[in-house]
């Protein structure tokens, strides 16, 4: 089992900035891939970046590419999403997710271990 937390959402100001992350417990956190999703309200749940293992490789939703970073660090077992340039339409209930599959999953049902939940709603 792996239990994930995420913390670091909040109100923000379109352009404006915000670091995500997600503290991970239970097994071993470098061996998975890590990925974050985003649900929007009257929305499906959505894929927004992840990376391997070995933080050697990341994959972005084209929609976040440039403006948001995902990163790990697996001493400290934990995951972040830096976003900058936010726009309204990336409010949303932001979600980490731990992934056992040794390629860079992108697809919801990759992943096995989900975190509840942290807010981000960018004002125009």
């Known amino acids: 089992q792996v239990q994930l937390v995420e913390s670091g959402g909040g109100l923000v100001q379109a352009g404006g900035s915000l670091r995500l992350s997600c503290a991970a417990s239970?097994?071993?956190?470098?061996?998975?891939?890590m990925g974050w999703f985003r649900q929007a309200p009257g929305k499906e749940r959505e894929f927004v970046a992840a990376?391997?293992?070995?933080?050697?490789?990341?994959y972005y939703a084209d929609s976040v590419k440039g403006r948001f970073t995902i990163s790990r660090d697996n001493a400290k077992n934990t995951v972040y999403l830096q976003m900058n340039s936010l726009k309204p339409e990336d409010t949303a209930v932001y979600y980490c997710a731990a992934s056992g599959r040794l390629y860079l999953p992108t697809r919801r049902v990759d992943y096995e271990y989900w975190g509840q939940g942290t807010q981000v709603t960018v004002s125009s």
């Open positions: 239970g097994r071993t956190f470098s061996s998975y891939a």
């Open positions: 990376i391997n293992r070995g933080a050697s490789r990341r």
